[in-house]
């Protein structure tokens, strides 16, 4: 079972309407669906430093995902 942090930076005017989520107990397939979703709505994501990223003129998303405390690398998880 995996594990994701997702966090959203989303800000207009003087409003921060992002969020801070935990993701708990999701099977290999929640975690691709998961990120397939936010590839749909925000475009191809982007890796940095093991983390998953979309970024746009005005908000950015990011996911961490972690198995076993453990960080796990996105490309790991489908190839693995």
Not at 9 to 29: F, Q
Request: no cysteine; net charge positive; hydrophobic share 30%.
């Amino acid at each position: 079972m995996y594990t994701i942090h997702y966090t959203s930076d989303i800000v207009r005017g003087k409003r921060n309407y992002g969020v801070d989520e935990v993701h708990e107990n999701m099977s290999k397939n929640s975690v691709i669906s998961f990120v397939n979703e936010l590839d749909t709505a925000y475009g191809k994501h982007k890796t940095v430093s093991g983390m998953g990223m979309w970024q746009n003129r005005l908000d950015v998303h990011t996911i961490s995902i972690f198995k076993q405390g453990k960080l796990v690398k996105y490309s790991e998880l489908i190839n693995g």
